[in-house]
């Protein structure tokens, strides 16, 4: 995480999205670069803990889908279990 928000932007490009992104989804908020790195150096190992305890608990777990890969993980050559999308779609509830 850390290295995440330390790293540079390659380009202007890059950069104009960061910025906008303070800018417009941020209310403009300079500092919240600098205030997340000082978070996550005050955040534990029993702060995560007990986070993901409130978050997987039966009593308080919400709906959450978590695609983790690791870096030797090769992708899926799984086939597809259904020919039709738009009827499959069709049967699906949205919430």
């Given amino acids: 995480m850390r290295s995440n928000f330390e790293e540079k932007p390659k380009s202007i ?4 999205t960061r910025m906008f992104a303070l800018g417009f989804d941020h209310d403009r908020d300079w500092e919240r670069q600098a205030e997340s790195l000082a978070a996550l150096d005050q955040l534990t190992k ?3 803990s007990a ?3 409130t978050v997987l608990a039966p009593a308080t777990a919400r709906r959450i889908v978590v ?3 690791g870096v030797p ?5 799984a086939t ?3 020919t039709d999308r738009d009827r499959w779609k069709a049967t699906q509830t949205y919430e």
Avoid at 13 to 16: G, R
């Fill in 51 to 53: 986070l993901l305890q």
């Fill in 80 to 82: 597809s279990t259904f």
């Fill in 67 to 69: 695609l983790l890969a």
């Fill in 13 to 16: 490009a890059e950069k104009a």
């Fill in 46 to 48: 029993a702060d995560v």
């Fill in 73 to 77: 993980h090769a992708p899926s050559t």
